[in-house]
């Protein structure tokens, strides 16, 4: 299932328990999309003075302490914390009367965790990446037992008002951060190489790398709109004994389709590590 920012419906109130770059984008990104009316509509809470003056300078409510977002929050409360302090702040959560749908980016943190620590509550695990913080995240979620249709339209809503947000089973919130969650580093790595590319064949590192960026910006989009499988758009390039096909041939000479899967693989395989599945497991299992 594709859901993006064309999918979205009016929320009453948010609450973001953590105020930082992520949530902050998350915030903006429901008052561009107009999913909420007012900017007070929002609450959140930090322990980083900075974080909560920005928040305030945009008319968000803001709180030292987490009780207040869990009181106004109506539709959703989504934990924008650390992992080591989730169960603090789930109890926090668990202290007030709340019909809230609970949502936590925190990474690595497992729905059973969350529903241990939040008995009877309706909670959605998430995964968002960097690029939320321009608009363009690719975000996979789960829900939680007890989560409903419901929850599944407000999660569509926050999270495709800052790109995409993909439903998974959350065995494969793994390879999400995987190939997502880590994937912009390695889209960066290939920009980089690409931009050194151009500077070895005489062009200035200003233009080779805004070039290179726009490159992929641009063929991501057709990969996006066109619907088309990857290999037929690189076909659409690749004229007989052309310039295009030379260089692929190049690539696939360095390995560049397997060592994409490797890093792929090895980034859901430290995340299933990270997660405390055994070795075992991962090998057996998850074929890892």
């Given at each position: 299932?594709?859901?993006?920012?064309?999918?979205?419906?009016?929320?009453?109130?948010v609450g973001f328990i953590g105020s930082g770059m992520m949530a902050s984008a998350l915030m903006d990104g429901l008052?561009?999309?107009?999913?909420?009316?007012?900017?007070?509509?929002?609450?959140?809470?930090?322990?980083?003075?900075?974080?909560?003056?920005?928040?305030?300078?945009?008319?968000?409510?803001?709180?030292?302490?987490?009780?207040?977002?869990?009181?106004?929050?109506?539709?959703?409360?989504?934990?924008?914390?650390?992992?080591?302090?989730?169960?603090?702040?789930?109890?926090?959560?668990?202290?007030?009367?709340?019909?809230?749908?609970?949502?936590?980016?925190?990474?690595?943190?497992?729905?059973?965790?969350?529903?241990?620590?939040?008995?009877?509550?309706?909670?959605?695990?998430?995964?968002?990446?960097?690029?939320?913080?321009v608009g363009e995240a690719a975000s996979g979620f789960a829900l939680g037992k007890l989560a409903d249709v419901h929850d599944r339209e407000i999660v569509k809503t926050i999270f495709g008002s800052v790109g995409l947000a993909m439903e998974v089973k959350e065995e494969l919130l793994n390879a999400v951060t995987g190939l997502s969650g880590s994937g912009p580093a390695y889209v960066f790595q290939f920009i980089e190489a690409l931009s050194d590319g151009g500077v070895r064949a005489g062009l200035p590192r200003d233009v080779a790398t805004t070039l290179a960026a726009q490159t992929v910006k641009g063929a991501a989009e057709m990969v996006l709109q066109t619907g088309k499988h990857p290999g037929l758009l690189k076909d659409g390039v690749t004229s007989p004994g052309g310039t295009t096909i030379a260089g692929v041939e190049a690539l696939e000479k360095g390995g560049f389709r397997a060592t994409t899967i490797s890093a792929v693989k090895a980034a859901t395989k430290r995340s299933m590590q990270l997660g405390g599945i055994s070795s075992e497991d991962i090998e057996n299992k998850y074929n890892l």
């Open positions: 299932h594709q859901y993006t920012t064309k999918e979205f419906k009016m929320l009453a109130s008052m561009a999309n107009k999913a909420i009316t007012d900017p007070s509509s929002i609450t959140c809470s930090d322990i980083f003075p900075p974080s909560l003056e920005r928040a305030a300078a945009k008319g968000y409510k803001t709180s030292s302490s987490n009780d207040k977002v869990i009181q106004n929050a109506k539709s959703a409360i989504i934990l924008a914390v650390k992992p080591n302090i989730i169960s603090k702040v789930c109890g926090d959560v668990i202290k007030e009367d709340s019909d809230a749908v609970i949502i936590s980016i925190a990474a690595g943190v497992t729905l059973d965790t969350l529903e241990r620590h939040l008995p009877g509550r309706r909670v959605v695990r998430v995964m968002p990446n960097t690029p939320c913080l």
